[in-house]
């Protein structure tokens, strides 16, 4: 049996595809590289997982990163990787144009 949660967190950096949480709880939507492929027909948006955010300050003022925002966190259950965590993002310039109809492009 794999070990799970804190002993085993899976680490991931990703970019964020869907910030239109439902529950307005600030949610993302990731696709993690080398978890999901970047094949929208194989794994489409609305089938990520929701990732909650850690915020590290006690502002309320709370803003999601924007759709094609570069992120790094982990997945409490570990290989499950259903249970994703955002710790911060990435910053960064892009070089290309994003290609909707594609993973990793917002």
């Keep these: 049996m794999a070990e799970r949660g804190f002993r085993n967190l899976l680490w991931f950096m990703g970019v964020v595809e869907d910030r239109r949480d439902p529950r307005k709880m600030g949610r993302l939507r990731v696709r993690c590289f080398d978890i999901h492929p970047d094949s929208k027909e194989d794994v489409p948006t609305e089938t990520l997982p929701w990732a ?13 990163p924007i759709e094609g925002s570069w992120v790094f966190g982990f997945f409490l259950d570990g290989d499950d990787a259903q249970h994703p965590m955002v710790l911060g993002v990435m910053l960064g310039m892009p070089t290309t144009f994003p290609n909707p109809t594609q993973g990793f492009n917002g």
């Excluded at 850690?54 to 803003?63: A, E, L, R």
């Design 52 to 64: 909650i955010p850690v915020i590290g300050s006690y502002d309320f003022n709370y803003k999601p």
